[in-house]
């Protein structure tokens, strides 16, 4: 499936990776599972009988061509045998020991700043860290293993919802009610302070570096953007939108919902930043760009390709 041409992509690490698409991409990652998982009710329950004429279809939203493309080029479901595979993973305790590192690597360095911001100690810090990368595991547990996991009927969302629900919970008993709103905005916020970050080390090879009311300034920028994008991309692609098995819009959507938001970045770092330093902000995000577009036209050539989709 796509998505892990983008974990390639993110893990990268060039300045000019897709931060947000890799966001993206893990948010919808549990959608994906919840529409695998109700295309498999659905073929467990009886077939309806047969009526005069076929139910309409309903169209995609009017989004782009290039969404039409991705539609006829989707790739089938990996079926039972890839999920039953990645639970075979997770049940090797090797496996879940290296996953679980990665996972905490990875929040360490997301949340680097986090300790300071809520005067955290060292050893406060290393427990947070620890308890949310268990977390994240169990996490991915609840979505690989599905629909193994489900319990009493219910739907991967409420499971999902309920898991975060027990861990923000088990957070509080640790932070208390006031930091872990503040863990929260901040939370909501790491996409976005990876690109300001990203931004920050472009410019530090420049003559003109970054400041840090700079970096505040265009955070709150690159923040707002980012969660419009979030919303026009829920917005052109409803839940109840009819997909081929196994195939989510995202790549080619967001290509052109993330383009736009950087469009709108850079018009607003105009007012912030120097003609030298926006330059080099418009050099970032062209690559960025052209990067997201060569990979959108690979992933199509390459369904085209293997699939036989013209």
């Known amino acids: 499936m796509f998505k892990s041409v983008i974990l390639c992509v993110a893990l990268a690490g060039t300045s000019a990776s897709s931060v947000w698409l890799w966001h993206q991409w893990q948010r919808e990652r549990a959608a994906n599972l919840e529409l695998m998982a109700q295309r498999e009710t659905r073929q467990r329950q009886p077939a309806p009988a047969p009526v005069s004429s076929p139910a309409p279809v309903t169209a ?46 990875e929040i360490e360095t997301e ?26 595991v169990k996490l991915m547990e609840l ?3 599905w629909p193994a996991t489900q319990v009493d009927g219910k739907s991967l969302p409420t499971m999902t919802a309920e898991l975060r629900k027990q861990n923000d919970a088990e957070r509080a008993e640790l932070l208390g009610e ?24 472009e410019l530090a090879r420049t003559e003109e570096p970054m400041r840090e009311d700079q970096f505040d300034s265009l955070l709150a920028v690159v923040q707002a953007e980012n969660q419009r994008a979030d919303l026009e991309l829920k917005a052109s692609f409803a839940a109840d939108t009819p997909l081929p098995p196994g195939f989510s819009p995202s790549i080619p959507a967001s290509v052109d919902v993330a383009t736009a938001a950087n469009q709108r970045i850079v018009g607003s770092a105009a007012m912030l930043l120097t003609p030298l330093q926006l330059a080099t902000v418009k050099d970032f995000y062209r690559r960025q760009r052209v990067q997201m577009e060569t990979q959108r036209d690979l992933d199509r050539l390459r369904n085209e390709t293997i699939f036989n989709k013209p």
């Open 111 to 136: 949340y680097r700043d986090l300790p300071k911001m809520l005067n955290l100690s060292e050893g406060q810090a290393r427990q947070l860290f620890d308890l949310m990368a268990d977390q994240g």
């Open 178 to 201: 006031r930091d872990l709103r503040q863990l929260k905005e901040f939370s909501a916020s790491v996409a976005s302070r990876n690109e300001v970050d990203a931004l920050r080390a």
């Open 143 to 145: 979505q690989w293993g």
């Open 60 to 105: 995609l939203p009017a989004r782009s061509t290039k969404v039409t493309q991705a539609v006829e080029a989707a790739i089938p479901d990996p079926g039972a045998g890839v999920r039953e595979g990645q639970r075979r993973l997770l049940a090797n305790s090797e496996y879940r020991k290296a996953l679980r590192a990665r996972q905490r690597l």
